[in-house]
C-alpha cells in the first residue's frame, strides 16, 4: 500500500493506492494533526457493500479505468489510430515529492501508455491545482481526459455551477444530488457566458461564513467540460477537462489545464478569499504597488462614428471628472464603419485618422492619460484584405454560420500567428499604448483545443515583446474568464451589460471567482443600452465603485448635477482603491432577497466600506439589520452613511444613519447588525466605518 499527503495552511489531502493501482483521494478537508496515522484513516475508509454484482466495491480512483472494473464516468477515453477502443491498466512507475508537489507516474507496458498526475499545494492561499497527462509511444485519438478525478463530499444535498447568456453572466443554478450525471459543457470554443467553469459544493450545514465548503475552478479559455456523478452506491465524482472530442489530431503526448481546489471550513466565504488571493498572487501578472487606473471607454459614446475633435473634447471631459486611462475602442482601423468589415485589417483608417491616431493621443496624454485601444485579433471579417489574401486562414467552411458578420482565424497555423503578431507589435511600437482590450466576439465553428493553446503563445509572444503592456480579457463581455486566460491579462470585463442592476448581481456572484483588482466596471449611460433601463448616476456611479472603476458613456450629455457626482465618487473611489485591492471582503446575506451587500475591510482591521444595494422592492415594510464581517469584535468604529444625500427613500426615520455619525462595537455590527433606511429599488447604501477615537 502506498499513500500520500499534501497539507496547505488549512486544507490537508490524501491519496492511497493499492496494489499499485492509480490512486483514490480517501481524505480531503480541514487540515488533519501532523501524526495522523494515514494507515488507520485509509481503514477507516474502506466501503462496505450490500449487492451482488461485484466481490468488491471498484475504486473511484483519481483516473477511473474500464479495467479496473469502474462503471461510473470514466477518466479518460482514448483510442487508436484506427479507432479501435483502448482500456489501460495503470501500474504505478515513480513519485516525485516534495514540500508542495506530488507528481505520481503510472505506466501501461502493453499499450505504451504513460499517465502522470500532478497536485501542487499553494500553502498560503490554501489552493491544490491538479493536472493530468497521458503520454503514448505510438500517436493516439484522445476523446476526453480529465484532471485527476475528485472523489466529491457526501455531505451535501447540492451544488452551485453558474449558467448565463451575453449581457446576463454569473447566473447562481443549484443543482441537488440525485444518481446519475450532472455535466456542464462549453463547446464554443472559449469559456462562454453560460458554463463558467466553477463549481461548489457546500456542505449541509454550510452558509456564507460557516460551514464546511469545496470549491473548483478549471483554468482554460477554451471549451471544456465539468461532470458530477453519484454512482448507484452514493459516492460521488467531479471531472474536469478540456470538451470532449476537442483534440482533432492524433498525437503522442495530451494534457489537461489546471484544475484549482480549495477546502474552506468558513463558508463560501473562505472559498471566495482563497480563490481571489490565488488569483491575485499568484496567476496575475502585474505590480501590487501599481494604481488601478480610472478607465473611460469611448464605446457607448461614438460607437464607429470616429472623429477626432469630438474625441478629443470627449477625453477632455472625462479627464475633467477624473479618469486616468482612455481606451479607443472598435472603429479606429482601415474601412470599419460597423460590425461587418475590416476586421484583420489592423492598420489605422486614414479618412477617420489622416494624421493617424498621434494627434488624439497627444491630446490625451497632454491631459495626463495613458492611452489603449482595441483589438480583436481572432477574427476576420469576410469584407477584408486579409480574408480576401488568405481565405484559407479560417476555421471552418466557406459557407458557415457567421457571428456578428465575422468568421475566427485558425491561429494554431504559424503564419497565422505571424502576421497577427507583427501586426499588434507594429501598432504598439509606434504609438505609447499602454494598454490592449483584447476581444472575441463570435463562438468558434467547433471545439479545438488547439486553437486555446495558440492563443496562450501569441499572447505570451505578445507580452515578452511588450512587458509593459496591459492586457483585458473581452469576450462579448464575460465570454472568457477563467485563470487560464489571466496568467496572460490583468483585467477582464464582466459583462457587455453596463446597467447597474445587473452588474450588481453580477458583481455579487462573480466576487468568489475575482479579486476586485481585476474586475473592469463602468458607468454606463443614463438610459442603458443593453437594458433601456434608466437608472440614477449615484446608483451607476456606487456599482462600478466596488470594483475596478471606469466610464463608458458620452459625458458631453452629463448635466451639471450628474457630472459632479460622479466627480465625487470618482474621487472617493481613488482615495480609496489601494487599500481596497488588499481587503478581506465578505458577502453579507440577508433574509431580505431584495438586498445585495459586501463589505470590504482593509488590513489592519481599523476602516472599512459596506455597500448595499436594493435591487428590488424588499417584501417587508420595514428593512432588516444587516450583519456586518470580519471586523474587530472589540474595537469601537465611528460609522457613517457616506451618500445619504443621493439616497431616494421611503423613510420616515429622520435618526439612525441618514442623520448621525454612530459609534458601535464591532461585536455589536456583526451579532445584531446595523438597521438600513427604507430605500427604493436602485439605490446603493455606501457606509464607511473608521476606527474611533
Keep these: 500500500m502506498k499513500h500520500w499527503r499534501l497539507d496547505t495552511d488549512n486544507q490537508t489531502l490524501v491519496l492511497s493506492s493499492l496494489d499499485n493501482r492509480v490512486p483514490c483521494l480517501i481524505y480531503w478537508g480541514q487540515k488533519l494533526p501532523g501524526d495522523e496515522s494515514l494507515e488507520d484513516l485509509i481503514e477507516a475508509s474502506k466501503k462496505d457493500w450490500g449487492d451482488n454484482l461485484l466481490d468488491k466495491v471498484p475504486d473511484l480512483s483519481i483516473l477511473p479505468e474500464q479495467s479496473a472494473n469502474f462503471t461510473g464516468q470514466l477518466g479518460c477515453k482514448i483510442r487508436d489510430i484506427n479507432g479501435q477502443i483502448l482500456s489501460p491498466h495503470f501500474i504505478f512507475q515513480s513519485e516525485v515529492v516534495n514540500n508542495n508537489l506530488l507528481a505520481l507516474t503510472y505506466i501501461d507496458k502493453a499499450l505504451g501508455l504513460t499517465y502522470i498526475a500532478s497536485i501542487t499545494a499553494y500553502s498560503s492561499n490554501d489552493i491544490f491545482a491538479l493536472s493530468a497527462k497521458i503520454e503514448s509511444d505510438n500517436p493516439i485519438n484522445m476523446e476526453w481526459l480529465s484532471t485527476p478525478v475528485i472523489a466529491a463530499s457526501q455531505s451535501s444535498n ?116 482563497a480563490f481571489r488571493s490565488h488569483v491575485a498572487e499568484s496567476i496575475v501578472n502585474f505590480s501590487k504597488d501599481k494604481l488601478r487606473p480610472v478607465h473611460y471607454n469611448c464605446w457607448e459614446a461614438i460607437y464607429f462614428d470616429h472623429n477626432v475633435d469630438q474625441l478629443k473634447e470627449i477625453a477632455s471631459l472625462a479627464f475633467d471628472i477624473g479618469a486616468e486611462r482612455f481606451v479607443l475602442d472598435d472603429g479606429w482601423f482601415k474601412g470599419r464603419h460597423n460590425a461587418h468589415s475590416s476586421l484583420g485589417d489592423w492598420t489605422v483608417d486614414e479618412i477617420k485618422y489622416p494624421h493617424g491616431l498621434s494627434p488624439l493621443v497627444n491630446h490625451i496624454q497632454s491631459l495626463g492619460m495613458t492611452f489603449g485601444l482595441w483589438f480583436e485579433p481572432e477574427m476576420v471579417s469576410p469584407d477584408s484584405d486579409l480574408y480576401r489574401q488568405h481565405p484559407n486562414w479560417i476555421m471552418g467552411d466557406e459557407d458557415q454560420l457567421l457571428g456578428r458578420g465575422q468568421l475566427v482565424l485558425d491561429i494554431s497555423l504559424k503564419e497565422v500567428q505571424d502576421y497577427l503578431f507583427e501586426r499588434v507589435s507594429a501598432l504598439l511600437e509606434v504609438y505609447p499604448i499602454e494598454y490592449i482590450k483584447w476581444d472575441h466576439n463570435r463562438v468558434l465553428p467547433y471545439p479545438d483545443a488547439s486553437q486555446t493553446r495558440s492563443l496562450y503563445l501569441l499572447l505570451n509572444r505578445i507580452r515578452d515583446s511588450h512587458p509593459e503592456v496591459e492586457i483585458e480579457s473581452c469576450s462579448s463581455g464575460g465570454g472568457r474568464i477563467d485563470y487560464g486566460i489571466l496568467r496572460y491579462a490583468q483585467r477582464v470585463w464582466l459583462s457587455d451589460s453596463n446597467d447597474a442592476l445587473e452588474r450588481l448581481r453580477i458583481q455579487h456572484e462573480a466576487l468568489l471567482w475575482l479579486p476586485i483588482s481585476v474586475t473592469g466596471s463602468h458607468v454606463g449611460p443614463k438610459i442603458c443600452h443593453t437594458s433601456g433601463r434608466e437608472l440614477s448616476m449615484s446608483f451607476r456611479a456606487w456599482v462600478a465603485a466596488q470594483r475596478h472603476m471606469g466610464f463608458e458613456m458620452d459625458p458631453r450629455e452629463l448635466n451639471s448635477q450628474d457630472k459632479d457626482l460622479l466627480k465625487s465618487v470618482t474621487t472617493w473611489w481613488k482615495a480609496n482603491r489601494q487599500w481596497m485591492v488588499e481587503a478581506s471582503i465578505f458577502r453579507l446575506p440577508s433574509i431580505d432577497e431584495s438586498v445585495m451587500a459586501e463589505i470590504q475591510v482593509n488590513a489592519s482591521l481599523d476602516h472599512f466600506v459596506v455597500f448595499v444595494g436594493q435591487s428590488i422592492s424588499s417584501k417587508f415594510s420595514s428593512p432588516t439589520p444587516l450583519l456586518l464581517e470580519g471586523l474587530n469584535p472589540m474595537t469601537m468604529y465611528n460609522v457613517s452613511l457616506v451618500n445619504k444625500k443621493e439616497i431616494n427613500s421611503l423613510s420616515k426615520l429622520e435618526e439612525g444613519l441618514l442623520t448621525k455619525t454612530l459609534k458601535l462595537s464591532g461585536q455589536f455590527l456583526m451579532t445584531q447588525g446595523i438597521q438600513l433606511p427604507k430605500v427604493f429599488p436602485a439605490n446603493m447604501l455606501v457606509i464607511e466605518g473608521d476606527i474611533a477615537a
Excluded at 467531479?238 to 463558508?267: D, M, R, V
Design 158 to 273: 447540492e451544488m452551485i455551477d453558474y449558467g448565463g447568456q451575453w449581457g446576463g453572466e454569473f447566473r447562481k443554478q443549484l443543482t441537488p444530488w440525485v444518481t446519475g450525471v450532472h455535466m456542464r459543457e462549453s463547446r464554443s470554443g472559449t469559456t462562454s457566458h453560460a458554463n463558467f467553469p466553477g463549481l461548489i459544493i457546500p456542505s449541509k450545514a454550510c452558509s456564507e461564513n460557516l460551514g464546511s465548503c469545496y470549491g473548483f475552478h478549471y483554468g482554460w479559455s477554451g471549451g471544456h467540460r465539468m461532470i458530477a456523478e453519484q454512482l448507484p452506491d452514493g459516492r460521488r465524482q467531479i471531472q474536469f477537462g478540456n470538451t470532449e472530442n476537442s483534440e482533432l489530431s492524433p498525437g503522442k503526448s495530451f494534457e489537461t489545464a489546471e484544475l484549482f481546489i480549495s477546502h474552506s471550513s468558513e463558508g463560501l466565504s473562505g472559498i471566495g478569499k
